[in-house]
């Protein structure tokens, strides 16, 4: 069991709760924390119970927004109806509904950021949070509402509405919608499918709720996550290409990359190095002259470290931001206890709801995945190109009549219709702004919509790298027809992952083998892809080099 509120968690047991169902729990020490701050405000409540003036306190006895201070009330049944209506009014948003592992990942990211003890919530509700993601309910969340800051209210209210229910009167109406079973039903019938009380909501509570960057987190980690497989299988498909175009191998000698100094260029030199040793169709190496000439292949080839470097370097410095965020404490006000006996109030505003280091990380990450794409889809072309490719057949089919099939041309265009729309969608949606709530809320992050857009360019070039998967295979046994040579000839790198690929079964059962005529190649595509996302790909290489 993985616990929360106390070792912070990484991405890799964000994902063993996400994806793959491990249990949660809270810390001893973290109950303890959350009493704390929870035991102040029901000092307050005490207080209004028993007639004493009270000041009014944000989003306790007041409004929210802009109007934060304008009806402080003295009933304590006022301040829990204040929570539930928050969350009844904020669950406003459109869309389709969010995938299941984000809507997991942001009810973990939630229940963390709870247990940090600066909410001022019972115990109950992290752990309400944690029996759903143990029994699996799964709340639908249109994905379209938050502008990341003031946090994700519209779709944490989607996901807190199921959890929660009023006083009165529960409406299955007013209950929200989960999924049972793949069917669509009210928040009521999904709990009570999963065995779960929905709790009543107290004071403060709707907020801690509704008020966190839990989606724009969630989003970014199961992108970054992606990304980080991702970014180790193109360095292995762009090998598999250099390897069938005969590249020259003087591009990734170390001194090259250490003359200029960048960690992750030199590291992708070097991995690029590792995947290449043993191949007889590289020309040249650190202790070997190259024969033809001039050395120096296109940049698509030749620049490998130097593009897929930064986005190495770059995805190292996302997860530093992201993995920060999914420990953190993201809603407002935070309850400090122990501020000193001076200051009575000890809920104190700020913004940490604002996500925009999520934002920038999502945005990052975007543009770094996009640029993955774009010098993988230049590799596709010039393997295609009979005039680039260095011998091998047009469009790498082998043709019985030359113009009869098309062989692999098309998968290129699918590549470059992917990457043109990345580049569309990589533009930075965290410098964009539009104010809200009267002007209170003057400058967003628009977080949750860049780590929307994350998502999608990573499935994209997971696509993108899918096809070059498929294509260097093939180019591969060409070159090794072209050359008279059999397998021994290819690095062991290509070689076992040529092997993965040929016994692997497409989607209509038949394997992916190598094609000498056209063929439907839509089930090819998706297998591909579900090696290269499952981290089927990376986990070849790594047996043989381990």
């Keep these: 069991m993985i616990e929360i509120g106390k070792a912070r968690l ?14 949660v729990g809270i810390a ?3 109950i303890e924390a959350m009493e704390a701050s929870e035991q102040w405000v029901a000092a307050i409540m005490d207080d209004m119970r028993d007639g004493k003036d009270v000041a009014a306190i944000y989003s306790i006895n007041t409004g929210f927004g802009s109007l934060a201070g304008r009806q402080a009330f003295d009933s304590v049944e006022d301040a829990s109806e204040l929570s ?3 969350i009844i009014s904020n669950a406003s948003g459109v869309g389709k509904h969010l995938d299941e592992e984000v809507v997991r990942g942001s009810m973990l990211v939630r229940a963390a950021s709870l247990t940090r003890g600066h909410s001022a919530v019972r115990s109950v509700v992290p752990e309400t949070l944690l029996q759903m993601l143990d029994k699996r309910v799964f709340p639908a969340v249109p994905e379209f509402g938050s502008l990341g800051a003031s946090g994700d209210l519209i779709p944490l209210a989607h996901l807190a509405i199921v959890m929660t229910r009023p006083a009165g009167h529960d409406e299955p109406l007013d209950s929200g919608e989960a999924y049972v079973d793949g069917k669509l039903v009210d928040g009521i019938t999904a709990m009570e499918a999963a065995g779960i009380e929905r709790i009543v909501l107290g004071p403060k509570e709707g907020l801690a709720l509704a008020n966190g960057t839990s989606f724009s987190a969630a989003q970014a980690a199961l992108a970054l996550a992606d990304a980080e497989n991702l970014l ?4 292995i498909t762009a090998a598999m290409s250099i390897e069938a175009l005969m590249g020259f191998g003087d591009a990734f000698i170390p001194q090259i990359h250490e003359a200029r100094g960048h960690a992750g260029q030199i590291e992708v030199a070097a991995r690029i190095r590792g995947l290449l040793a043993g191949s007889e169709f590289i020309d040249g190496s650190e202790d070997t002259d190259p024969v033809r000439q001039p050395p120096q292949d296109a940049y698509s080839l030749r620049c490998t470290p130097q593009v ?3 986005v190495k370097d770059t995805l190292k410095f996302v997860r530093g931001i992201v993995e920060t965020e999914i420990n953190a404490a993201t809603d407002n006000p935070l309850i400090f206890p122990d501020l000193p006996d001076s200051r009575a109030l000890k809920a104190v505003s700020g913004g940490n709801f604002h996500a925009e280091y999520v934002g920038f990380a999502s945005d990052f990450l975007s ?3 996009t640029e993955i794409g774009s010098i993988a889809e230049r590799r596709l072309f010039r393997l295609d190109d009979g005039t680039l490719n260095r011998g091998l057949p047009d469009m790498l089919i082998a043709s019985e ?3 009869l099939d098309c062989g692999y041309m098309l998968p290129q265009y699918l590549a470059a219709a992917l990457v043109s729309d990345c580049k569309t969608l990589a533009h930075p949606d965290s410098v964009d702004s539009i104010p809200t709530c009267s002007n209170q809320e003057d400058h967003v992050s628009m977080a949750n919509n860049a780590g929307r857009h994350a998502r999608t360019i990573v499935a994209n070039i997971e696509n993108v790298i899918g096809i070059e998967l498929l294509m260097a295979a093939q180019a591969l046994e060409l070159r090794l027809q072209a050359s008279g040579k059999d397998q021994s000839a290819l690095s062991p790198a290509s070689r076992a992952v040529l092997e993965l690929v040929r016994s692997h079964k497409s989607a209509d059962g038949r394997t992916i083998n190598h094609i000498t005529q056209d063929t439907v190649l839509y089930p090819r595509v998706r297998a591909a892809v579900d090696l290269v996302h499952s981290g089927a790909v990376v986990a070849a290489v790594n047996v043989i080099s381990n």
């Design 10 to 23: 990484t991405i890799e047991d964000f994902l063993a709760v996400v994806r793959h169902g491990e249990s």
């Design 28 to 30: 001893a020490e973290a």
């Design 84 to 86: 539930r209506r928050l």
């Design 232 to 235: 180790e299988t193109a360095q």
């Design 308 to 310: 897929l470097g930064p």
């Design 367 to 369: 543009i770094a995945v």
């Design 401 to 403: 009549k030359v113009g």
